[in-house]
Nanobody
Framework: QVQLVESGGGLVQAGGSLRLSCAAS????????MAWFRQGPGKGREFVGS????????YYADSVKGRFTMSRDNAKNMVYLQMNALKPEDTAVYYC?????????????????WGQGTQITVSS
């Protein structure tokens, strides 16, 4: 069993930056593909980005490509999401997710483990 806990959320002005962290416990993340999803007000859960177990392969939603960057430190059992040039439409609860296996996926149903989410609010 893997427990995931996100942190780093908050309120930021448009154009600003935030870095989210996802801390894992219970199992080492070194064999897990990881992803970030988000759910905005009145919206469904949306894929943000995914990363393979090694960090060698990443994939981002078009809406965040060029602005958001995932990284991971398997030795520390941590995954990160650096968010730059934030826009009001990025306002959402952000979730960290993981599944055992090499490759990431854009589908929420592919992930076995989820954090509780952290709120990001971007003001205009």
């Amino acid at each position: 069993q893997v427990q995931l806990v996100e942190s780093g959320g908050g309120l930021v002005q448009a154009g600003g930056s935030l870095r989210l962290s996802c801390a894992a416990s219970g199992r080492t993340l070194s064999s897990y593909a990881m992803a970030w999803f988000r759910q905005g007000p009145g919206k469904g859960r949306e894929f943000v980005g995914s990363m393979s177990w090694s960090g060698g392969s990443t994939y981002y939603a078009d809406s965040v490509k060029g602005r958001f960057t995932m990284s991971r430190d398997n030795a520390k059992n941590m995954v990160y999401l650096q968010m730059n040039a934030l826009k009001p439409e990025d306002t959402a609860v952000y979730y960290c997710a993981g599944h055992p296996g090499g490759r990431g996926s854009t589908r929420a149903g592919s992930y076995d483990y989820w954090g509780q989410g952290t709120q990001i609010t971007v003001s205009s």
